[in-house]
């Protein structure tokens, strides 16, 4: 049995860890677009980033001011887990106070806020039943700087590769510097529509320089990052030969007569932090 207070402290320390610490794979990424900039400007937008990050980690700090939104992937294997629910719910809200996160989440349209991060259907729960003797959670804490950028087409079957191609450029073009630069973009292809875009962030949770393992979806995740950095964008759209650190595609099967294309822009700040819970 996995206990309620285990899932709160998990919650709470994963979440304090993903606000604070930039995974390993994005500071390298970052570092080695520093390494390979030659334009001035870009090279001081680089700076700062990576600046911001070390500071964050001296002084415990969240290395950004938005601390996003509260998104929760859980893998639920074959183990009894203790209200589940009320265990992130309440790891959510001691983060918010211990770390402390910023209070993010309003009600839609009064704008009211809750004052701890917790709202009707947030924290945003994902869970996927898998075939382990585990519990796995990932905090994702989502900045709007570049999920406001999202972006769906419900594609024809005929526009294939060349037209997720066309999509992703437009919705990247689009975006220009609104997603604070360099990005990590996750393109989700097939299933339905809010499928298309739940894989497109799950392609997210994927290490950056880490390929699809399908050799055909990872060289159009090469072409794709190709194309992307050549439109000059650039750290913070200021120009530069970085747009994106990485290209993921996650995908699934889908109706005969469509092509569900979703799009998710990941910034700079790409957080996430992983832990797992066994039974006894
Ligand atoms: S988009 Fe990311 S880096 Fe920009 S303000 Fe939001 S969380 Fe911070």
């Known amino acids: 049995m996995i206990y309620q207070s285990q899932v709160e402290e998990l919650i709470c320390r994963l979440y304090q860890e993903a606000a604070i610490k930039l995974p390993l794979d994005v500071k390298k990424a970052l570092e080695t677009a520093h390494d390979l900039e030659e334009n001035e400007t870009a090279l001081l937008n680089l700076e700062a980033i990576l600046e911001n990050i070390k500071i964050a980690e001296e002084k415990d700090l969240p290395l950004c001011q ?70 796995e959670i990932t905090i994702f804490p989502k900045g709007f700087g570049s999920e ?60 950056v320089g880490e390929h699809h393992p399908e050799e055909r979806m990872a060289k159009m995740e090469g072409e794709m990052l190709e194309m992307v950095n050549a439109t000059g964008i650039g750290p913070m759209g200021l120009g530069g030969r970085t747009t994106a650190l990485d290209v993921k595609i996650e995908y699934a099967d889908t109706h005969t007569a469509g092509l569900p294309i979703g799009v998710c822009i990941q910034c700079w700040a790409a957080r996430r932090a992983t832990g797992i819970l066994k039974g006894e």
């Open 66 to 135: 938005d601390t996003g939104l509260p998104i929760i992937f859980v893998k639920l294997g074959n183990v009894q887990v203790e209200n589940l629910k009320e265990g992130i719910i309440n790891g959510v809200k001691k983060a918010t106070e211990e770390v402390p996160l910023r209070p993010n989440v309003v009600d839609p349209l009064t704008r009211k806020n809750s004052g701890n991060n917790i709202g009707r259907f947030i924290p945003q729960i994902d869970i996927e039943l898998v075939d382990t003797d585990q519990l």
């Open 148 to 207: 406001n950028n999202n972006a769906l087409k419900m594609a024809l079957p005929g526009e294939g590769e060349e037209g997720i191609k066309q999509f992703v450029l437009e919705t990247v073009l689009a975006a220009g510097g609104k997603p604070c630069p360099p990005t990590v973009v996750g393109v989700g292809i097939g299933g339905s529509s809010d499928m298309a875009l739940k894989l497109a962030k799950k392609a997210l949770l994927r290490k």
